[in-house]
């Protein structure tokens, strides 16, 4: 090493140093502020909200337009929209999964132009669902402004995560598993239901979970399908109004909404929490990895 | 001595892999580390040019001598540091970007910014592995386009480009074609006296035609050692240790 | 083996059913909106006087340029910070650090809209308002939609780097590039692709909000004048307006609803049109 190459190197350690300090004081910067604002909204939601939540408020009725009483039947028009958006689309994601996992390796255009297809109804905007369940289940099918429409329209909106995970937990299942079981000379439909099934089920319940959570967090697609009606419904045919769509009522139809709007906000979020780590549980169980976005390869 | 080690150890999450390894490499001399997989030769590489710094869980016991000197006072940053100890992987790894961009990228870190200067020492380097008369009209092109061989005397070209003192190369013939990989050793036996070579190989053979020193790594109640080592010669000869003299002769690892 | 072919059959069917879904969604967007398009052709939505549509006055243009404003702004905020906090979790964060990183980037995906209007508008309105207005405007619904859709664009980026060659970074490294020089050099080029794919799909993610924009952005129809002047886009004009609209004006929204779609639906092919070719 001669001095003439130290030196030069010396003045360009030091600008190395300073780049490296500044990229680095950067990306902290970028990514706590990204988790601090995240705590924020957090702490503002348990803050505001828990004043509000005493037992009562999660049954009792609903009493002036909602600044007063509780969310009872608004939790109980959750649920049934849950339900109605899960008795759906479990059966027909379930179904696709299986056909799209149907051949191993090779794709064939069938499942292809499915995975396209899912993939734009998952770009579909929420507003869209709202106008498309208006059109379709409220008003052609005279189904009008009902839980049922407005489960209905969830379970078009929840179908690509759901057939997404399902898929992904399918194919986590080892293919010496069913190799092993077509050796024995079983068919493939008793290989699906005593071999495939019972070792994705775990991972198949996540999936589902997470539906229930983007279900959950849906409002656009609920405005004009289940409607506003905040009664405790006595049929699915009933309007009834979801968790979101109170939160957004209260936040900007109703003065002095704003503390109930917080509690549901809280009363949602902690859903949510919930859901989250059950989806965690599960895939730990299996050992999947979960990165779920939109897309696949054809 | 051109680099030492003494007492190196490598762990990766508490589990010790390579324990109290100490070498000494002259200037200009190859040191081949021959052993089974898995005795810690890749760590104990990863360790002198702190390469561990960036393998999450590692952590490296143990003193490193660079000229007789400590090699954290020569090169207190790794940067530094990995301009004077170049490294060879088993895998060609180029940029996915061209075979010009390739050579001058390291360089353009490391402070050239004239482009005269920057092209001659990139056709140097393509000179010096016998790379320059196949790629010359071709610099621009995606350096993913070569073949392996190529790709790999590409990347011993990067290395050689930046000027190092020292050469760590993880086996790096043992992805290549026989034909690439007879090349690839003719160049590294044509670098001796230049640079200090410190080689990890599979090829027993391969070790006894190019090295001046070996050190034979080996696994010993779960933990890699280094068992024997000294002139090539000698130790092929006559190896000391039962073991080592098995593994040479082909009966054991 | 006839129970094989019969579950052939029905899972096909229902896989049939999945896809045809987004048919029936372009059908029934397009037949409501059919009755608008015929009677008032596409030019009288960007060369009428107004948006008055009791008085067939359907001028689109002001909300067209809130929804595009408003979704660009996002992604230029989100952008950045997304894609810095793919970075930190790959290369700066401690082990623990980054798990936890991921896990509430992860959290914040799921985050219903309405529960970041609701806070967007009991908190952040207040602190835009201290520089005039009510704070209900662009700006305000900008930063939102900006931190909704970082996930997107964080989780993303995060995949396409760690799915990098992890040699590249050996090798950048031993050629002795510092940190930021290897990921300014090797990693986000290398993992452009994906990120380019994360920011794409977070716009959209911004195309098609509606909740927290309506909540937020003031929602008055006026061509905006600076980030600071309220608007509304068409997601939340379908929104505040389908609910009364008959005849043609619901047929006109119709026709917003459909250009969302078709705007969307054009990004997602693109997208998975890359991704085709890449594999």
């Not at chain 1, 004043?51 to 649920?79: K, Y």
């Not at chain 1, 189904?143 to 379970?155: K, N, P, Q, R, V």
């Not at chain 2, 482009?115 to 995606?142: F, K, P, T, Y």
């Not at chain 2, 350096?143 to 790999?152: P, T, Y």
Request: aromatic share 6%; hydrophobic share 50%; charged share 15%.
């Amino acid at each position: 090493m001669n001095d003439s190459g130290t030196a030069t190197s010396r003045v360009i350690g030091v600008r190395h140093h300073r780049r490296e300090v500044c990229v680095t004081v950067a990306v902290w910067t970028a990514a706590m502020s990204v988790i601090g604002l995240l705590i924020w909204i957090l702490t503002d939601i348990a803050v505001r909200g828990l004043a509000e939540i005493d037992f009562g408020f999660l049954i009792s009725d609903m009493q002036n337009a909602g600044r007063e009483g509780g969310i009872g039947p608004i939790i109980l028009s959750t649920g049934l929209i849950l339900l109605v958006c899960l008795v759906v689309s479990i059966p027909l994601s379930f179904g696709t999964a299986i056909a799209l996992t149907e051949r191993i390796g090779q794709e064939t255009g069938f499942a292809c132009n499915v995975r396209r297809s899912l993939d734009v109804l998952a770009g579909v905007p929420s507003i869209v669902f709202g106008l498309f369940g208006n059109a379709f289940f409220a008003i052609t099918l005279g189904l009008g402004y009902s839980i049922l429409s407005g489960g209905l329209t969830l379970a078009c909106m929840v179908l690509p995560i759901l057939i997404r995970t399902s898929e992904q937990a399918l194919r986590a299942v080892p293919a010496e598993y069913q190799y092993a079981a077509a050796a024995l000379g079983m068919k493939r439909t008793t290989i699906l239901f005593r071999v495939v099934l019972p070792v994705a089920m775990p991972a198949l319940a996540a999936g589902v979970v997470l539906s229930i959570g983007r279900a959950l967090a849906e409002t656009a697609a609920l405005l004009f399908t289940s409607g506003y009606v905040a009664r405790s419904p006595e049929s699915l045919l009933d309007s009834g109004r979801s968790l979101s769509v109170h939160i957004y009522d209260l936040a900007m139809n109703v003065p002095g909404g704003g503390a109930r709007a917080y509690a549901t906000a809280c009363v949602l979020v902690a859903l949510l929490l919930m859901i989250n780590l059950a989806t965690a549980f599960l895939l730990r169980m299996t050992g999947v990895r979960h990165r779920s976005t939109t897309g696949g390869t054809c | 001595m051109l680099i030492a080690t003494e007492n190196l150890s490598v762990s990766y999450n508490g589990r010790t892999v390579l324990r109290d390894a100490t070498i000494e490499a002259k200037p200009g001399e190859i040191l081949a580390l021959v052993g089974p997989s898995g005795c810690g030769k890749s760590s104990f590489l990863a360790a002198i040019n702190r390469l561990t710094e960036i393998i999450p869980g590692a952590s490296v016991r143990g003193r490193i001598r660079f000229d007789g000197r400590e090699l954290e006072t020569v090169f207190p940053s790794s940067v530094d540091l990995r301009r004077h100890v170049g490294m060879i992987f088993q895998q060609p790894n180029p940029f996915a970007m061209s075979i010009r961009r390739n050579l001058e990228l390291p360089l353009r870190e490391h402070g050239i910014r004239d482009s005269g200067e920057l092209r001659r020492i990139a056709e140097s380097a393509l000179r010096d592995v016998g790379l320059w008369d196949e790629v010359s009209d071709r610099l621009e092109q995606s350096a993913l386009e070569l073949s392996g061989g190529q790709q790999q005397r590409l990347c011993i070209a990067r290395a050689l480009a930046l000027k190092p003192q020292v050469l760590l190369m993880d086996e790096p013939c043992s992805s290549l074609d026989p034909l690439s990989a007879e090349r690839v050793e003719q160049l590294i036996d044509s670098m001796r006296g230049q640079y200090t070579v410190l080689i990890v190989t599979h090829n027993l053979a391969q070790a006894r035609r190019l090295s001046d020193q070996v050190a034979v790594f080996w696994t010993q109640d779960g933990v890699g050692r280094i068992v024997e080592q000294g002139e090539t010669e000698a130790v092929f000869n006559a190896p000391s240790n039962p073991i080592v003299a098995s593994y040479l002769s082909g009966r054991k690892g | 083996m006839r129970s094989d072919r019969s579950l052939t059959i029905v899972t096909r069917t229902l896989a049939a059913i999945s896809a045809a879904i987004v048919l029936l969604i372009i059908g029934f967007l397009l037949r409501e909106a059919a009755p608008a398009l015929r009677q008032l052709g596409l030019s009288r939505f960007f060369t009428d006087e107004s948006w008055h549509p009791l008085s067939s006055q359907f001028n689109l243009t002001p909300m067209i340029v809130a929804t595009l404003v408003t979704s660009a702004g996002a992604i230029l905020i989100a952008a950045p910070l997304g894609i810095a906090s793919a970075v930190f979790v790959n290369f700066y964060a401690p082990h623990r650090l980054a798990v936890w990183h991921r896990r509430l980037i992860e959290l914040l995906a799921g985050i219903p809209s309405v529960v970041f209007g609701l806070w967007g508008l009991m908190v952040l309105a207040p602190i835009v308002a201290t520089f005039g207005g009510s704070g209900q405007n662009l700006f305000t619904a900008t930063i939102v939609l900006g931190l909704m859709v970082l996930p997107t664009v964080a989780l993303l980026s995060d995949a396409a780097i760690a799915a990098l060659p992890r040699p590249w970074i050996q090798g950048a490294a031993a050629l002795g590039m510092g940190r930021s020089a290897i990921i300014g050099w090797v990693v986000l080029p290398g993992a452009r692709r994906g990120i380019g794919s994360g920011i794409m799909l977070a716009l959209t993610r911004a195309f098609g909000e509606t909740m927290a924009v309506l909540m937020l952005a003031g929602n008055i129809v006026e061509m905006p004048s600076s980030l600071l002047s309220p608007g509304r886009t068409l997601n939340a004009n379908i929104a505040l307006e389908l609910g009364y609209a008959t005849a043609g004006h619901r047929s006109v929204l119709f026709v917003s609803g459909l250009m969302l779609m078709l705007v969307v639906s054009c990004i997602v092919l693109l997208i998975s049109h890359r991704r085709g070719h890449q594999a």
